[in-house]
């Protein structure tokens, strides 16, 4: 991996930097808490890891997040896990989250699209007037701070009503999206015991209708905590017998009431995408999230009031809810309910036009597929209003980077960003006043002290290492529930570098204080001692128009040998001829590595996903090292089970 591109692909302007949110936080911090003034987002950086509590303390000023009891300290404790931040301190993520009502009320907060592409306005009046409704309802039935709440809801304006009004009274959100059947939801759900259901009757997606009444009712068989089920009828049907309706429970016009709660109280449960064994419940807290969103909303995003944030979710995956964090920082949110690619490819372009995006988030497949579809967005779309087109979910490969730049705008800015819904934020990413180079994030986010160590805890530069942070950010998890002695959150984190948190991911920190991420390091690619991750093989692969997506595992053998097999899901009409198998072998030996050229190339009728779209590496390994289904993955996280009996069958068939 060259870390010495000759020049950045964009730079911002000199106004650009002068009006940069993250800019005048620099001044303001520099006057008020001895931030450095000079020297750049670097220098600001190092101050904000080096003087932790001072940076957060800087943080809660800037963007006024109101303490109703005021804290004893930034932190109590800094162990990791485990730090206790902003003791003794009580507040409401909800308040913060509607507090535009106060100046904007006939202002839009929510601009709702669904595939016929029109969007619908919430003002922030209506959105807080529903939201005091709704929490003044669930208080009556008899939701109490601690309690659980659960959405079986498409990206639609309930489920962020029903999110912000759970958090006004305390309780603890939790969501599934409704294309994941019954037993992905139960795998979640009952694990944390909700009190509320509420739950759409179904949702259209690609063109059609699909019913959930079916699954609603197997939820409520199987939730037996359940005190109340809400009905919304998305496709327009009655509501069951002894479910409440949604349109009763919104109706009245309540002042909402925000229950003060301390700064490490829940706010909401994700999940991770359990390939194995039951999902990870995980907790993250009121403040925690609040304080962390509005650092990357409001400083790396840049967003603000006059700035309309869009990025393509579900409810299922945390980019939902760092999407509804948005209206922290007053910004009007775009949620699109419907398929990525409906009626065309470009449909996400068509969004972006329609509601005048500022912000558009992506994920770097779809960035792909627009490439290799032969969409032209800044032709056949207005998207003058698009400052920045953001990627996640997998590494945006450099042709990606050289599309959105040739095909979207010269001075678009290009923000690939890196996280995990285990700290629902980023590590690294969206920096608007650095230049962004080919292949690479801009820098590590504030307050992250991300750095890529070796196996034996050595900081590493320009080398590709485990993506690690030293220090503790306010939303990683406060705990996983059903994890009493904490023993599950330690292993996921904290067992191969005691008190620092490793992600799972290799990274290479490079001399000017970029990032490039490179896979999961638990399916990395270690051939005779030279790594690799899985995303530099499909960057290279999936340019040849022949290959639909591919999967590359590295399998250590019991004879201490090492197989490697690229499995290839081919475009229709393609073949997987000799001259198609030599195309694919030079490609990886001239631009990746000579010794990581596969040792078989494989015909697959297709690559399996996490619900959350990750292509499933580590458990089809497991699968080739001769596990069963059962041990190998948790088949209710997969989007398509059937795909990964051919890798099955393939472990018994080679013994």
Known sequence: MSTTNPS????????????????????????????????GYAALHRWSVDELDTFWKAVTEFFD??????????????????????????????EHALRAAETRADEPALLYVDETHESVPVTWSDLRRQVGSLAAELRALGVRPGDRVSGYLPNVPQAVVALLATAAVGGVWTSCAPDFGARSVLDRFQQVEPVVLFAVDGYRYGGKEHDRRETVAELRRELPTLRAVVHIPLLGTEA????????????????????????????????SSGTTGLPKAIVQSQGGILVEHLKQLGLHCDLGPEDRFFWYTST???????????LLTGTTIVLYDGSPGYPDTGAQWRIAERTGATLFG????YVMACRKAGVHPSRDFDLSRVRCVAT?????????????????????????????????????????????????????????????????????TD????????????????????????????DSYFDTYPGVWRHGDWITVTSRGSVVIHGRSDSTLNRQGVRMG??????AVERLPEIKESLVIGVEQPDGGYWMPLFVHLAPGAVLDEDLLSRIKGTIREQLSPRHVPDEVIEVPGVPHTLTGKRIEVPVKRLLQGASMEKAVNVGSVDNVELLRFYEKLARERG
């Open 316 to 326: 299922g995956w945390m980019m939902w809810n760092f999407l509804v964090s948005g």
């Open 392 to 460: 996640t979910g997998s590494p945006l490969p450099p042709d990606g980077f050289r599309w959105l730049h040739d095909e979207v705008r010269e001075d678009l800015w290009i923000a690939s960003v890196s996280g995990g819904t285990d700290v629902c934020s980023c590590f690294a990413g969206a920096v608007p006043t650095l230049p962004v180079y080919i292949g690479e994030l801009q820098a590590a986010g504030l307050g992250t002290d991300l750095q890529s160590w070796d196996s034996s805890g050595k900081p590493l």
């Open 534 to 539: 899985s995303a530099d093989i499909y960057e």
């Open 463 to 490: 080398e590709v290492g485990e993506l690690v942070v030293t220090n503790p950010m306010p939303s990683m998890p406060i705990r996983f529930w059903n994890d009493p002695d904490g023993s599950r959150y330690h």
């Open 240 to 271: 069951p017998e002894d479910a409440l309706e949604w349109s009763a429970l919104t109706s009245a016009d309540v002042e909402p009431v925000f229950e003060q709660v301390p700064f490490g109280h829940p706010l909401w449960v994700l999940y």
């Open 8 to 39: 950045p692909l964009w730079q911002p302007t000199a106004e650009g930097i002068a009006q940069a949110r993250v800019t005048k936080f620099q001044a303001w911090a520099a006057e008020r808490h001895g931030a450095p003034a000079d020297g």
């Open 65 to 94: 997040v109101r303490f109703s009891t005021p804290y004893a300290r930034v932190l109590g404790d800094r162990a990791m896990p485990g730090a206790d931040w902003f003791p003794g301190g009580t507040l409401n993520y909800a």
């Open 362 to 365: 992506t994920s770097a497949a």
